[in-house]
């Protein structure tokens, strides 16, 4: 089954840190650029940051609200994702979504995962 | 950054009727507009990218139209399943790819 799995979410305080997985299973993981996207409870949806693949030579790119706190990694040997959370603030309380960048349109999502939450409070 | 404005907040359409759901861009974004469909508790679902290509498994009740900064998604004839809430989000402005603030469809 094509499918993508987050893990790792949880209560932590401000200031701590947090990693998330993302485990990808029937679909050719090494093959797509790979991003996180987050929503905070009752509110829209907000793109995070992306690792390319091996071609591109796993670049990344975040956005500024994360900037320089947040990285992004993956291990296409372990099909996983993942999202090293640190410096956390309230405002990072989310469910977070691993998504697949296909092919067709490198800048749209095709497949998600049911997400992670993470709730940043002290 | 680019701002998507979705329009209208909440949509009250009868099953078997068609919905129409609007997306503004604050500046040009070409043709680089995907729509999503999400429902409670579940992620969102890809529907439309390139502004008019239905993504697969898509049925063909939804299309989307427009470029530039006015952008439509519409729904033929509204089933029970389509009832969620509708994101619209750009890809044109890398590496800020923002997302409208949605569009609820509920019954009316």
């Known amino acids: 089954e094509v499918q993508l799995v987050e893990s790792g979410g949880g209560l932590v305080q401000p200031g701590g840190s947090l990693r998330l997985s993302c485990a990808a299973s029937?679909?050719?993981?090494?093959?797509?650029?790979m991003d996180w996207v987050r929503q905070a409870p009752g509110k829209g949806l907000e793109w995070v940051g992306r690792?390319?693949?091996?071609?591109?030579?796993?670049?990344?790119e975040y956005a500024a609200s994360v900037k320089g706190r947040f990285t992004i990694s993956r291990d296409d040997s372990k099909n996983s994702l993942y999202l090293q959370m640190n410096s956390l603030k309230t405002e990072d309380t989310a469910v977070y979504y691993c998504?697949?960048?296909?092919?067709?349109?490198?800048?749209?999502?095709?497949?998600w995962g049911r997400g992670t939450l993470v709730t940043v409070s002290s | 950054e680019i701002v998507m404005t979705q329009s209208p907040a909440t949509l009250s359409v009868s099953p078997g009727e068609r919905a129409t759901l609007s997306c503004r861009a604050s500046?040009?974004?070409?043709?680089?507009l995907a729509w999503y469909q999400q429902k409670p508790g579940q992620a969102p679902r890809l529907l439309i990218y390139?502004?008019?290509t239905r993504a697969t498994g898509i049925p063909a009740r939804f299309s989307g139209s427009g470029s530039g900064t006015e952008f439509t998604l519409t729904i033929s004839s509204l089933q029970s399943e389509d009832f969620a809430v509708y994101y619209c989000?750009?890809?044109?402005?890398?590496?800020?790819?923002?997302f409208g603030q949605g569009t609820k469809v509920e019954i009316k």
């Open positions: 500046q040009s974004v070409s043709s680089n």
């Open positions: 690792t390319r693949n091996k071609a591109k030579s796993y670049t990344t």
């Open positions: 998504a697949r960048v296909p092919y067709s349109s490198i800048g749209s999502f095709d497949l």
């Open positions: 390139g502004a008019s």
């Open positions: 029937g679909f050719t993981f090494s093959d797509h650029y």
């Open positions: 989000q750009q890809y044109n402005n890398w590496p800020l790819w923002t």
